[in-house]
């Protein structure tokens, strides 16, 4: 790869004198595409310069929805002109001839995720990144979607729309997958079918907002990683990953409701429909660790966050089960619960 990555940079980048590609590795993070670093070294002026990048790329197979580098790659540009921290891209190759499939190259940002770091901060500087956290979900749904370009036809229309939308993916996944428990998810879905929210405001959302997608260093947050499966929609997805509780197991490093407090202080969007979309994450959960299982069992994808992901099933089994039976009442309430 190496060597056919180095020729096709020095074809697109004949600007850079003396063009290597150096200290390639494949990065096994992530559940839904390929991911390699390298080093990029080129004369300039006289004396060598270099920068780190990232290539992305889909798998032979993706336990999650399938991945669309032009998609990424159009919306980091986008955003760069934003106040939300995004990475810069360099290029994006949709011709599959270069590398078997398209890819896009971004910059390798510096920092840490808050996922690996939290526990050991101090609680000052817990109280900062967790204001951090929720200022830049709430900068993300402020976003004014349509001055970024984003096609207007992509927009679902309103946010029932875009629940059903969600919920018919979610039906097409189950129905792909072998060996699923599928009367439960089935009643799950069926409920929520039967429990679409109403109208509500469409903004930009991120889709995979958790503290695994986050980069800081020291106390500000520096990019916002993972937009794959970003788009226009109900802001109250995003939050339902968080909700409701002590959520640390949805990627949350704080108590739910102490993140709203935080995330309203912050100019985010009054959204409702917590318990539908906490459904709908969890049943989301349950077929992204079974799709992982079973990449596993096939020898399709490698990474030590695919077991780990099995080892949730059987948690996220009995939690669906016990919302379709107490009719979603059974969450912990917010303090506007719908």
Not at 48 to 62: A, D, F, N, Q
Not at 246 to 253: D, E, I, N, S
């Amino acid at each position: 790869m190496k060597s056919t990555l180095e020729t096709y940079l020095r074809a697109a980048l004949q600007q850079k004198e003396n063009l290597k590609v150096v200290e390639l590795q494949r990065i096994n993070q992530g559940n839904s595409n390929r991911m390699v670093g390298f080093t990029l070294s080129w004369r300039e002026n006289g004396s060598t310069r270099t920068r780190k990048y990232i290539l992305r790329m889909p798998p032979e197979k993706s336990i999650m929805e399938p991945y669309q580098p032009a998609s990424e790659y159009h919306l980091l540009k986008a955003l760069k002109s934003t106040p939300v921290p995004v990475p810069g891209v360099l290029l994006l190759e949709e011709d599959e001839s270069v590398l078997g499939k398209p890819f896009l190259i971004m910059e390798k940002m510096d920092g840490d995720t808050l996922s690996i770091a939290y526990h050991a901060m101090l609680p000052e500087k817990k109280k900062k990144l967790s204001w951090e956290y929720a200022r830049t979900l709430a900068e993300i749904h402020s976003t004014d979607w349509r001055k970024l370009g984003l096609p207007a036809e992509d927009a679902p229309g309103d946010t029932s729309r875009f629940a059903a939308a969600e919920l018919w993916k979610c039906r097409a996944r189950l129905q792909a997958v072998k060996g699923i428990p599928r009367q439960i998810l089935e009643n799950v879905l069926n409920k929520l079918e039967e429990n679409i929210p109403q109208s509500g405001e469409l903004t930009l959302i991120h889709g995979d907002y958790n503290v695994g997608n986050v980069l800081f260093s020291g106390d500000e947050i520096v990019a916002v990683l993972d937009w794959e499966i970003a788009g226009i929609g109900d802001p109250a997805l995003d939050l339902g990953w968080l909700y409701p509780g002590k959520a640390m197991a949805l990627g949350l490093p704080m108590d739910s409701d102490d993140f709203f407090a935080l995330y309203r202080k912050a100019g985010g969007k009054e959204t409702g429909n917590l318990r539908f979309y906490h459904s709908l994450a969890m049943l989301k959960l349950a077929m992204a660790g079974i799709q992982a299982c079973l990449s596993i069992e096939e020898n399709s994808r490698g990474g030590l966050n695919l077991p780990q992901m099995g080892f949730t099933i059987p948690y996220i089994l009995n939690s669906l089960c016990y919302l379709v039976t107490s009719g979603f009442k059974a969450l912990n309430p917010h303090k506007n619960p719908s």
